[in-house]
Nanobody, 120 residues
Framework: QVQLVESGGGLVQPGGSLRLSCAAS????????MHWYRQAPGKQRELVAD???????NYAASVKGRFTISRDNAKNTVYLQMNTLKPEDTAVYYC??????????????WGRGTQVTVSS
């Protein structure tokens, strides 16, 4: 079992920055691919970024060049640095951990989310 707790959300003006953190407990995240998702009101949850166990990263086109995902396995924490924020980045941001075991069993865990609001 992995428990994930997001933090760092808040209200920021357009063009501003925030850094989200996802602190894990119960298991080491080093064996998990970690993801950030977001869900805006009335919209489906969408993938923002992910980082593999080898630290390979992937970004949604809408955030590429503005957001950076990183992981610190020693601190059991994943981060999402968000720069040049836009009103359309307003959403609840969720952290997810997943892996597939050697025998093919899938494991995935979600945090409860942190609200990010970009508004003047």
């Amino acid at each position: 079992q992995v428990q994930l707790v997001e933090s760092g959300g808040g209200l920021v003006q357009p063009g501003g920055s925030l850094r989200l953190s996802c602190a894990a407990s119960g298991s080491a995240i080093s064996i998990y691919t970690m993801h950030w998702y977001r869900q805006a009101p009335g919209k489906q949850r969408e993938l923002v970024a992910d980082i593999t166990t080898a630290a390979n990263t992937n970004y949604a086109a809408s955030v590429k060049g503005r957001f950076t995902i990183s992981r610190d396995n020693a601190k059991n924490t994943v981060y999402l640095q968000m720069n040049t924020l836009k009103p359309e980045d307003t959403a609840v941001y969720y952290c997810k951990a997943d892996r597939v075991s050697a025998i093919g069993r899938s494991y995935d865990y979600w945090g409860r989310g942190t609200q990010v609001t970009v508004s003047s």
